[in-house]
């Protein structure tokens, strides 16, 4: 079979590209004549781009929810708003969102709209995987149609859409439908640089291919990739790299200054609490395996790789082959991360970026014959295969959408049924603190050894007019209940500094990602209340002690007042300065440990 089976008019063997019958000779050709003859969009065209991101928009509408990771959002976005600045609590600098731009984006249609943010979220979601669908079949179109005017097939499409995965996390009120609009806008802007005479869009291209850290900070990596795609299509002198360079690290270098001054630290705590930087392949293999085995998506990626080794030498070009190379060092990336605890939502974009190239391939005898195979596939695992609701033992990992769900299908899309979620006891005790007639400060935290119940503490009183604090494992759903101007806790360390710089242990890596670091309660106890406060029966007043000691030592209490300090220009500068030193800093999670490395030391 020759190339010509697979892409019809490619250029024959041996021809060179510059030549008038190789692909640059043809493509000029093409675009250099008068503008009645350039390519354009068909009825089937037009379709093959709205049909899938139509049907995406209306299966991620029918998922509708919003999980409790999207609600971390909804009231960081409420502290925004409410002049708090990017924080979950009003006086502690804290960074529990890892979407930079998401959250931006959710505070502007929040403000404009005057919606709840969650509600916000949940649209903004659902028509920027819409978009990025549509972008990316308008974007392989593009790159085909200097190889061939044969009819299109959106392969890739096939592949994408049946994928449960794919619908949930078009809502959930994270940054994922953002992730698709921008992989998508980025490639687009990637292959029109190409095939645009003069090319003129380079610096443009460059700028939206930078904003890869801003949508997520593991995107870098595909921002990289597509950078070094970018240069091998423009071939620029050193000057004009430089030039190009800064326009795609502009805007991220400026935001990362402000997040070390601000929060202190060079990451977002999320990521401090994963500890991303740190190899965990036996959990992220688990994690990959739990995304393609319901699926069967080996059966796709097979016949494509086959398809894929008959295509024409001129079809290997930079921007054809980078979304491929950046997909699957994102892969291998979120594999070594040890994965995650939602099922598939990390390994989404890096499928995208592999049937990018192929959202749009001429139709041929040998790419019918694997639409016949994609679509039996496709039919199989839209009706039938699901993944499970929980597994992954000892890895766990949840379908996230189906748990918060439930039977109750689409109505949980709202804040309000959200509520439900959230432990009923600790409902039930921050009413009660809300309600106190003598408007005491209180904290409320869990009871040890009794799950589901919880405590009433008096607060301290060095927080300010902090009236109340609640800790929760709950997060989102917590942070949901409790005002803005009270303090949520976070027991996971996902949003709590004290907790996120603890050390991680080897054997807290099982479980869900994400939760290796359940901080001790004798912490929560020394920060939230006053010395001579009875300690609730479970936790040791010995630990106890020498956590309100350690806190007041070294690094740990330097680390306090990064984040709950005045923001002065002065602790701005000490802020930058040392982010450095400070987003590796790590103490022993044991308060009588930590007691002996920070103070006895």
């Known amino acids: 079979m020759s190339s010509p089976d697979l892409v019809p008019d490619a250029r024959p063997a041996g021809a060179s590209d510059a030549g008038p019958g190789g692909i640059r000779g043809r493509a000029a050709g093409v675009l250099g004549k008068v503008p009645a003859l350039l390519p354009r969009w068909r009825p089937r065209e037009i379709a093959i781009a709205a049909v899938p991101a139509l049907a995406v928009m209306v299966l991620g509408y029918r998922q509708r929810w919003v999980s409790d990771d999207g609600l971390v959002y909804t009231r960081t976005v409420r502290q925004l708003l409410a002049g708090h600045g990017p924080v979950l609590n009003a006086g502690e600098r804290a960074e529990a969102a890892t979407g930079t731009l998401w959250q931006w984006l959710v505070a502007g249609g929040t403000f404009v709209s005057g919606r709840d943010p969650a509600v916000v979220a949940v649209g903004l979601g659902i028509v920027l995987t819409g978009a990025g669908y549509a972008l990316a079949v308008a974007a392989a179109r593009k790159a085909v149609r200097p190889l061939s005017t044969s009819p299109l097939l959106p392969l890739g499409m096939l592949v994408l859409l049946p994928v449960k995965a794919d619908w949930d996390y078009a809502t959930s009120g994270l940054e994922n439908g953002l992730t698709t609009a921008w992989i998508a806008l980025a490639w687009w802007h990637l292959v029109a640089v190409r095939v645009s005479r003069p090319r003129r869009r380079p610096y443009a291209a460059a700028f939206v291919i930078g904003l890869g850290p801003l949508v997520r900070p593991e995107l870098a990596l595909v921002s990289v990739v597509f950078m070094a795609a970018l240069w091998c299509v423009v071939v620029p002198g050193a000057v004009n790299t430089l030039k190009m360079l800064g326009s795609a690290l502009a805007l991220p270098a400026a935001c990362e200054v402000l997040r070390a001054g601000f929060y202190g630290v060079l990451v977002p705590l999320p990521a401090l609490t994963r500890e991303a930087a740190d190899p965990v392949w036996r959990r992220g293999l688990a994690y990959f395996a739990n995304f393609t085995e319901p699926y069967r998506l080996w059966i796709p990626l097979l016949l494509l790789l086959a398809l894929v080794t008959w295509a024409p030498r001129g079809a290997m070009r930079a921007e054809l082959v980078a979304p491929p190379v950046a997909g699957l060092l994102s892969w291998a990336y979120v594999c070594r991360a040890g994965g995650d605890a939602m099922h598939g939502r990390m390994l989404l974009p890096g499928l995208l970026l592999l049937m990018l190239p192929l959202c749009a391939v001429p139709l041929t005898r040998v790419t019918f014959t694997a639409g016949a195979g994609l679509l039996a596939w496709a039919v199989c695992c839209a009706l039938l295969w699901r993944p499970a609701a929980a597994g992954g033992n000892p890895y766990a990992v949840m379908d996230e959408q189906r748990s918060s769900t439930g039977s109750g299908g689409h109505a949980r899309l709202v804040p309000t049924a959200a509520r439900e979620n959230v432990p009923p006891g600790f409902r039930a005790a921050v009413a009660a603190a809300e309600a106190d007639p003598r408007g005491r400060p209180v904290l409320v935290m869990p009871e040890p050894g009794a799950a589901g ?149």
Request: aromatic share 6%.
């Open 453 to 601: 119940r919880f405590v009433t503490l008096p607060l301290g009183g060095g927080h300010g007019r902090v009236r109340l604090a609640a800790a929760s494992g709950s997060l989102g759903g917590s942070g949901l209940v409790l005002p803005l101007d009270a303090i949520s806790v976070d027991t996971l360390g996902l949003a709590y500094p004290l907790a996120a710089h603890q050390q991680r242990t080897t054997a807290s890596t099982s479980g869900r990602a994400g939760h290796e670091k359940p901080v001790d309660l004798a912490w929560i106890v020394a920060d939230w209340t006053d010395p001579g406060t009875p300690v609730p029966a479970g936790i040791s007043p010995a630990r106890v002690a020498a956590a309100r000691h350690a806190l007041r030592c070294g690094r740990l209490a330097e680390l306090q007042a990064s984040v709950r300090d005045p923001l002065t220009l002065d602790r701005f500068w000490k802020n930058l300065t040392g982010s450095w030193a400070r987003t590796g800093f790590r103490y022993p999670g044991d308060p009588v440990m930590a007691e002996k490395a920070l103070c006895h030391n």
